[in-house]
């Protein structure tokens, strides 16, 4: 079938004091319609940046500085704002970081959902059938309507998470993408939101990028994941086999680090630091780190390419010549 969504060559740039940085550096990706992609890496690595271009909201001081976002085809980059704004909500959608904690504390939970489906709607639609959808969004995140009218301090947050997944998926969008959707709650908690996000996945056939840092978590949740490094992505391959055969050192690096992750926030385990991204290594960016670095990787970037059908990698050891090392 075809890609519900194809990311093709995305740079993301930053503006600083210091001069420019690319938080995202020729990222090229597909999603298969109700696929689950788990999207992976360092604090700083450029999930969340992605998640945002992803959705058009890249701010100030930051740009897209080139590629295409095609969303059934469409490059989503091309469109005008009025129409994104329609495209947005209603065909892709995001549950962005943080979410919970930026629910408008002063709304009834039900006038939040209005209001985006409201926002997003190509036509005006009646108060009461709006106010319906809210409440039939509340019951398929598991809470009840009568939450509907209730204030975001009234909630615990494992319901706040749900209210944010509801107001992700009221217009049912194609495309979701949860940013730390369950990062904040504690271990029961997140399991029953992420359980609920993976069961509306299913219902509504809607793709998703789960992003996070518990390679546990992904392990039970995606059908692929990918990794990132310093902007790039390192590799992507199902999940079954990215855990049997790694491809590229630092995804053997996070799954060797797996028991050491309670500790949220960064990969614990793996020596060395990410580079900064306003001084990125000649070469290979983990060549640093890569405890199977080669003379080459600090002379040549390598090439992102499918290594083997559906296993994507960028690491020296892959390219012809190397095929033993
Ligand atoms: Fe390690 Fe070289 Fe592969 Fe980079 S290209 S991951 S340094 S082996
Ligand atoms: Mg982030």
């Known amino acids: 079938g075809e890609p519900v969504l194809s990311v093709r060559d995305l740079r993301v740039e930053y503006h600083t004091d210091a001069g420019a940085v690319r938080a995202v550096n020729g990222v090229s990706f597909d999603l298969m319609p109700g696929e689950k992609l788990g999207l992976v890496g360092e604090s700083g690595s450029g999930k969340s940046t992605i998640a945002l271009a992803l959705m058009r909201m890249i701010k100030e001081p930051g740009r897209i500085a080139g590629g295409q976002i095609l969303l059934h085809g469409r490059d989503i980059l091309r469109l005008p704002e009025k129409e994104m704004?329609?495209?947005?909500a209603a065909e892709i959608s995001m549950i962005p970081q943080?979410?919970?904690n930026s629910l408008n504390p002063v709304a009834r939970i039900e006038d939040q959902i209005v209001d985006t489906l409201e926002d997003h709607s190509p036509k005006r639609v009646a108060k009461k059938e709006l106010l319906e959808k809210a409440h039939a969004a509340l019951e398929s995140v598991g809470?009840?309507?009568?939450?509907?009218?209730?204030?975001?301090h009234q909630l615990s947050g494992g319901m706040k998470q749900r209210v944010c997944i509801a107001i992700a998926v009221a217009m049912e969008p194609k495309v979701l993408i949860a940013d730390e959707p369950t990062s904040a709650l504690d271990v029961v908690v997140q399991r029953q939101v992420m359980g609920t996000l993976l069961r509306l996945q299913e219902e509504l056939g809607v793709a998703v990028v789960l992003i996070g840092h518990d390679m546990g978590l992904m392990a039970q949740s995606v059908d692929r994941l990918?990794?990132?490094?310093?902007?790039?992505?390192?590799?992507?391959?199902?999940?079954?086999e990215i855990f049997d055969d790694p491809l590229h050192p630092y995804?053997?690096?996070?799954?060797?680090?797996?028991p050491k992750l309670e500790r949220r926030g960064t990969f614990r385990g793996i020596p060395g630091l990410p580079p900064s991204l306003h001084s990125l290594p000649p070469g290979c960016l983990f060549h640093p780190r890569c405890p199977k670095a080669m003379d080459i990787c600090a002379e040549q970037v390598p090439p992102y390419r499918e290594h083997r059908p559906n296993r994507f990698v960028a690491c020296?050891?892959?390219e012809e010549g190397h095929a033993t090392a």
Not at 85 to 88: A, G, H, L, W, Y
Not at 231 to 238: Q, T
Not at 251 to 258: A, G, H, Q, R, Y
Request: glycine share 6%; charged share 25%; no cysteine.
């Open 226 to 240: 990918a990794v990132m490094y310093a902007g790039k992505l390192a590799e992507v391959s199902p999940i079954r």
């Open 98 to 100: 943080g979410a919970m």
């Open 143 to 152: 809470l009840r309507r009568e939450v509907g009218r209730m204030y975001p």
């Open 316 to 318: 020296h050891l892959h």
């Open 251 to 258: 995804t053997d690096l996070l799954i060797d680090s797996l």
């Open 85 to 88: 704004r329609q495209v947005r």
